[in-house]
């Protein structure tokens, strides 16, 4: 059973920096990409930025400049590196692991972390 857990969420002021992470665990075979997504209340759920095996990276406009994203292939392992934060970074931060196989199956599929809140007061 493959399991993405998030840590690193918390409350910051405006300018402050935090730093998230997520582990994903199970019997994982590879992982195509991993990310992260924010959803802000009365919002859809968007990309935060992305990062694949590879070490191809795309962020959010919103972003560009303020965070960083980096992985740990062997760990399984993303991060994301929030710097400059502003109000309107405040939401639940997902963590997504696309087109993970795993060894019982062989199979790719998608899995989401629980969510972690990111509050940024002003």
């Known amino acids: 059973q493959v399991q993405l857990v998030e840590s690193g969420g918390g409350l910051v002021q405006a300018g402050g920096s935090l730093r998230l992470s997520c582990a994903a665990s199970g019997s994982i075979f590879s992982i195509n990409a991993m990310g992260w997504y924010r959803q802000a209340p009365g919002k859809q759920r968007e990309l935060v930025a992305g990062?694949?095996?590879?070490?191809?990276?795309n962020y959010a406009d919103s972003v560009k400049g303020r965070f960083t994203i980096s992985r740990a292939n062997a760990k399984n392992t993303v991060y994301l590196q929030m710097n400059s934060l502003k109000p309107e970074d405040t939401a639940v931060y997902y963590c997504?692991?696309?087109?993970?196989?795993?060894?019982?199956?062989?199979?790719?599929?998608?899995?989401w972390g629980q969510g972690t809140q990111v509050t940024v007061s002003s």
């Open positions: 990062i694949t095996s590879g070490g191809y990276i």
């Open positions: 997504n692991a696309a087109g993970l196989i795993t060894m019982s199956t062989m199979l790719g599929r998608d899995y």
